[in-house]
T-cell receptor, first 112, second 114 residues
Framework: DAKTTQPPSMDCAEGRAANLPCNHS???????VYWYRQIHSQGPQYIIH???NNETNEMASLIITEDRKSSTLILPHATLRDTAVYYCIVRPDYSGTYKYIFGTGTRLKVLA | ETGVTQTPRHLVMGMTNKKSLKCEQH?????MYWYKQSAKKPLELMFVYNFKEQTENNSVPSRFSPECPNSSHLFLHLHTLQPEDSALYLC?????????????FGQGTRLTVV
């Protein structure tokens, strides 16, 4: 499985966009990029995922570079409730794969 | 609410006790997972089940014994645990075999071994 690298922590002002980077330089062509977040001591919450194209849903946008070696999760208008640890995961798309491997993530703190 | 329910939410047990953690999903998913999260550490994958069959055991000590009687239920049986086994135990489920399938997590069981 490809490994990911994320900054350990980031701050963002409330109401501003939060841009969380992830490096996955060894990603393979069939590996998806997933983002989850974990608010203190709760179960991880699914945010978004993508393969090649940029994706957007009600929670966030995912921007994947053309070479797919990095991506950015964008929370367009961060609120205090978005304070959490954000995990970037890559996951292969072939039969028999069921694993989600979490790294250390980025601790995002949204400041009032 | 993710559709994955874990019980109990909190558990305190002695090292000689036997207890079980329960996970239930009503999402129609066929894969279920147990993860362990120790204090200030990343989630560690423990076990994976697909259609009731174990497909992954991540070198977990035998004092942790999983059971998957059907695709909707997953148990983790605990016996003679150590204090270092105190952690947040998380259950997840997902549908499908490919990479284009997100997993949904329960709220976890906070286990304290005394």
């Amino acid at each position: 499985d490809a490994k990911t690298t994320q900054p350990p922590s980031m701050d963002c002002a409330e109401g501003r966009a939060a841009n969380l980077p992830c490096n996955h330089s060894t990603i393979s062509g069939n590996e998806y990029v997933y983002w989850y977040r974990q608010i203190h001591s709760q179960g991880p919450q699914y945010i978004i995922h993508g393969l090649k194209n940029n994706e957007t849903n009600e929670m966030a946008s995912l921007i994947i570079t053309e070479d797919r070696k990095s991506s950015t999760l964008i929370l367009p208008h961060a609120t205090l409730r978005d304070t959490a640890v954000y995990y970037c995961i890559v996951r292969p798309d072939y039969s028999g794969t069921y694993k989600y491997i979490f790294g250390t993530g980025t601790r995002l703190k949204v400041l009032a | 609410e993710t559709g994955v329910t874990q019980t109990p939410r909190h558990l305190v047990m002695g090292m000689t006790n036997k207890k079980s953690l329960k996970c239930e999903q009503h999402l129609g998913h066929n894969a279920m997972y147990w993860y362990k999260q120790s204090a200030k550490k990343p989630l560690e994958l423990m076990f994976v089940y697909n259609f009731k069959e174990q497909t992954e055991n991540n070198s977990v000590p035998s004092r942790f014994s999983p059971e998957c009687p059907n695709s909707s239920h997953l148990f983790l049986h605990l016996h003679t645990l150590q204090p270092e086994d105190s952690a947040l135990y998380l259950c997840a489920s997902s549908q499908g075999q490919g990479g284009d399938t997100e997993a949904f997590f329960g709220q976890g069981t906070r286990l304290t071994v005394v």
